[in-house]
């Protein structure tokens, strides 16, 4: 079983749609989730951060649920230019603190 | 200028060659790493280096060697390319805040074709 799995998608949503990937995790010592963006081609950027009791960026909200080891993602009113891969990355605990990426879930936001 | 670059930014090689792969940053990050990313794969870690001292293997070492030349630079070196190590290759840094956030920074990425 892969660390950190996620579904690859694609996700194919109208523009205004509201969108949610879920990543799971087998670690239960992982510290820190994020969710990173990479666009076509182009490198992986920070997103959000993963919070325990859940937090908003504008359109994006990143919840925690350690009890059932899966971080989540919401994209509400979804844009053309919010199409993208979306990878999750967990880190563990220790001092290593080793990132694991997922493969990532592509969204193609359609006009 | 971007913080953190790559060269070269592509390159076609054939089996057997020695390759190297350079990264620099100047974000003044200790931490400095090297991943690549397949389809369907996701990224995955090659080497990671915590500070000039301190290099470390990654998920997958093996056919992979790296330099840490300066706190700014850390190099990936394949010693004879072979076909599968043809793949997507980022360097990135990090900082870890207090707190540890270890947010990452990649660079652009080396498009690397061994035929």
């Known amino acids: 079983r892969k660390e950190v799995e996620q579904d690859p998608g694609p996700f194919n949503v109208p523009e205004g749609a509201t969108v949610a990937f879920n990543c799971t995790y087998s670690?239960?010592?992982?510290?820190?989730f994020f969710w990173y963006r990479q666009d076509c081609r182009k490198e992986p950027k920070l997103l959000m951060s993963?919070?325990?009791s859940g937090n908003e960026d504008g359109r994006f909200t990143a919840q925690l649920n350690r009890a059932s080891q899966y971080i989540s993602l919401l994209i509400r009113d979804s844009k053309l230019s919010d199409s993208a891969t979306y990878l999750c990355?967990?880190?563990?605990?220790?001092?290593?603190?080793?990132?694991?990426f997922g493969s990532g879930t592509q969204l193609t936001v359609l006009p | 200028d971007a913080d953190v670059t790559q060269t070269p930014r592509n390159r076609i090689t054939k089996t057997g060659k020695r390759i190297m792969l350079e990264c620099s940053q100047t974000?003044?990050?200790?931490?400095m790493y090297w991943y690549r990313q397949d389809p369907g794969l996701g990224l995955r870690l090659i080497y990671y280096?915590?500070?000039?001292?301190?290099?470390n293997k990654g998920e997958i070492s093996d056919g992979y060697s790296v330099s840490r030349q300066a706190q700014a630079k850390f190099s990936l070196s394949l010693e004879s390319a072979i076909p599968n190590q043809t793949a997507l290759y980022f360097c990135?840094?990090?900082?870890?805040?207090?707190?540890?956030?270890?947010?990452?920074?990649f660079g652009p990425g080396t498009r690397l074709t061994v035929l």
């Open positions: 990135a840094t990090s900082d870890l805040w207090p707190g540890g956030k270890d947010t990452q920074y």
């Open positions: 670690n239960s010592a992982s510290q820190s």
């Open positions: 993963v919070y325990s």
């Open positions: 990355v967990v880190i563990s605990s220790g001092s290593a603190r080793q990132l694991t």
């Open positions: 974000k003044g990050h200790d931490r």
């Open positions: 280096s915590f500070d000039v001292k301190d290099i």
